[in-house]
């Protein structure tokens, strides 16, 4: 169950690392009108991050 | 300080932390389903921006549900904790605010059920067949009713499957969405083409909230979570950011959305995925699905699953508001808010048989309001004339809209209160940033977070008061009929009718955690009212 909980964590950090860069990469064109890409992709790595250090509490590691 | 015992039964306490989160998910989880298409038919190219600030006042509001119901953990809810807090008659105002939401909750998620199932069984489909419709809607609230007075009720298991498959699922269509067919480029070109005029971002903002709309069964599980304080902060924090993430991606997936079969209008012209929505509410009752319909090639399989399983989640919900409401007006009628009636259990099937069906009765007459423009043209000539032509679902939204904001509202004012009133209660999770300062002799934290939550839902609560056409008569209506019948019982029982009925609080609170199996906060809740005791007869005797 970890295994998987740990896998989904993994994959929510690289698809909001995805969803970051690509919003980024828009900053010159679209503005302010990037900031909600922006905050989904943040939103997603740090619940991602938490996840992770959540379950590596769990696995008693540090 | 006594360790009072009671004799009367107590819930059991069997939900695990995953219980916890799946009945608080089960119910905010099905919110998108519904939220998502009215917010894109108002908001359009700017309905990220709307789900953002909704999302950014549900994370406010969020916090606080979660440091009450960590250190008050009743089965009360908002109405408990804005009593304990304001007084009598606020807790009163908040209870029946969210006994609104529970009863619109009823109507709105049994109707959006049978939207999605219409995705497979198109003769369910509201505009082509409004009287079977209707029909279905109605015998899923009867049905629901009937299944809570003979006592059969949601399972936390039946409840974490569910939720287990829809976080799976939508995690798989959101990550497929925005790798396959998330166009950054379109969604950019999408908000500054089609950006709403204020007055419609002011009601798409106020229609995003109700996808955030539920956080009252935090405060309902707590009170059968095992080891409350310590569960329900990580509980919570886990679901709310599930949520908001949720809320956030869909708005930015439907905007920048590369559609996976060509989408056109009645003259042939291509469309973008979210112009699907205005105008259309058999499109708006079932988004969630006909986006998942339109990520490549999952697609195909998304179109089969994701209306029965939208179903299921939509109708737990409904439940949920049947069940939430009788136990909502239990615990306001333990405390003289309401009449004892509805304590009232029928000894047949021990379950508070009239307050479900009286408030089963207030679901259905909703449900014939919203269904009304539909199943007969006269009544549609009014809606168009008196009422911007609102149809069932918007009429539902903006009820279930105009509830939630007030009783979030009250719920910050509440939890300032109880920082002021309250500084003894040990809170194992507090919102943070707060400003020490003394109060009535206590050092208290001042939540600073609590201020900016009750300006946005109070923004919130005043764009749906002037973009909500029935919202604003009908949202008001019920609250004022509420007032007047608290103040003619409040009378008749000769108690105070403004003012509040004299509680040992401290009492109340030890027993609380005693109940909770709280035992060190409970030690650490007595210690700390001695210690305040004994500074004051030390500050009186110098």
């Known amino acids: 169950m970890l295994l998987v909980r740990g896998m989904l964590a993994v994959a929510m950090v690289a698809l909001g690392g995805v969803i970051l860069t690509r919003m980024l990469a828009l900053v010159p064109a679209g503005r302010l009108t990037v900031i909600p890409g922006v905050v989904l992709g943040a939103a997603m790595i740090a619940l991602g991050v938490h996840r992770l250090a959540l379950i590596a509490r769990a696995r008693g590691t540090p | 300080m006594a360790r009072p015992k009671s004799s009367e039964p107590e819930l059991r306490r069997s939900v695990t932390p995953w219980g916890s989160f799946s009945w608080g998910y089960s119910d905010v989880g099905a919110d998108i389903f519904v939220g998502l298409g009215l917010v894109l038919a108002w908001a359009a190219g700017a309905s990220n921006v709307a789900f953002l600030f909704a999302g950014v006042v549900y994370v406010c509001i969020g916090l606080a549900y979660t440091e009450l119901a960590a250190t008050y953990p009743v089965a009360g809810g908002g109405q408990y904790f804005v009593m304990r807090g304001l007084g009598d008659i606020f807790g009163f105002i908040a209870g029946w605010a969210v006994l609104l939401d529970f009863t619109i909750d009823v109507t709105l998620f049994a109707w959006t059920s049978v939207d999605y199932t219409s995705q497979l069984v198109p003769s369910l489909v509201n505009s082509t067949h409004p009287w079977l419709h209707f029909v279905v809607v109605l015998g899923l609230v009867l049905g629901l009713c009937l299944l809570n007075v003979i006592g059969v009720r949601e399972s936390t298991a039946f409840n974490g499957v569910v939720s287990a498959l829809d976080v799976l699922s939508e995690s798989a269509i959101l990550c497929l969405g925005f790798l396959f067919a998330f166009r950054p480029q379109l969604l950019i070109h999408t908000m500054q083409m089609h950006w709403p005029t204020p007055y419609q971002l002011m009601l798409g903002t106020s229609l995003a909230i109700i996808s955030f709309v539920g956080l009252e069964s935090i405060s309902q599980a707590a009170q059968e979570t095992q080891r409350p304080a310590s569960v329900i902060p990580r509980t919570s924090v886990a679901l709310i950011l599930t949520i908001l993430i949720f809320a956030l991606a869909y708005s930015n997936l439907a905007l920048g959305l590369q559609p996976w079969h060509p989408i056109t209008d009645a003259g042939g012209h291509p469309m973008q995925f979210w112009q699907i929505f205005p105008h259309n509410a058999d499109n708006q009752g079932k988004a969630v699905a006909l986006l998942?319909?339109?990520?490549?090639?999952?697609?195909?399989f998304a179109a089969l699953y994701v209306p029965v399983l939208g179903a299921v989640l939509l109708l737990i919900s409904s439940n949920s508001g049947v069940f939430g409401s009788s136990r909502i007006a239990y615990a306001m009628s333990t405390?003289?808010?309401?009449?004892?009636?509805f304590q009232r259990v029928n000894r047949r099937y021990r379950t508070p048989m009239i307050s479900i069906v009286f408030f089963s009765i207030?679901?259905?007459?909703?449900?014939?309001?919203?269904?009304?423009?539909g199943l007969f043209p006269q009544v549609s000539v009014l809606y168009t004339r008196f009422f911007h032509g609102e149809n069932g679902l918007e009429f539902l939204a903006d009820l279930y809209a105009f509830g939630a904001a007030t009783s979030y509202s009250f719920v910050f004012l509440g939890l300032i209160g109880l920082r002021l009133t309250d500084p003894l209660s040990p809170r194992k999770f507090k919102i943070p940033l707060n400003i020490p300062m003394r109060f009535r002799g206590e050092r208290v934290d001042f939540p600073v977070i609590a201020v900016l939550g009750f300006l946005g839902i109070f923004s919130i609560l005043m764009f749906t008061l002037r973009t909500h056409a029935l919202g604003r008569i009908f949202g008001p209506t019920w609250l004022v009929l509420g007032i007047l019948a608290y103040l003619l019982y409040r009378r008749h029982r000769r108690l105070p009718l403004l003012r509040s009925e004299k509680r040992n609080w401290r009492t109340e609170q030890a027993e609380i955690l005693r109940r909770a199996g709280e035992l060190e906060l409970m030690d650490e809740y007595i210690a700390n009212v001695k210690a305040s005791d004994a500074r004051r007869a030390e500050t009186t005797t110098t």
Do not use: D, M
């Not at chain 2, 998942?292 to 195909?300: K, L, M, S």
């Open chain 2, 292 to 300: 998942a319909a339109q990520v490549p090639i999952y697609g195909a």
């Open chain 2, 362 to 373: 207030i679901a259905i007459v909703e449900l014939i309001f919203a269904a009304a423009p």
């Open chain 2, 335 to 341: 405390s003289n808010l309401l009449p004892s009636v």
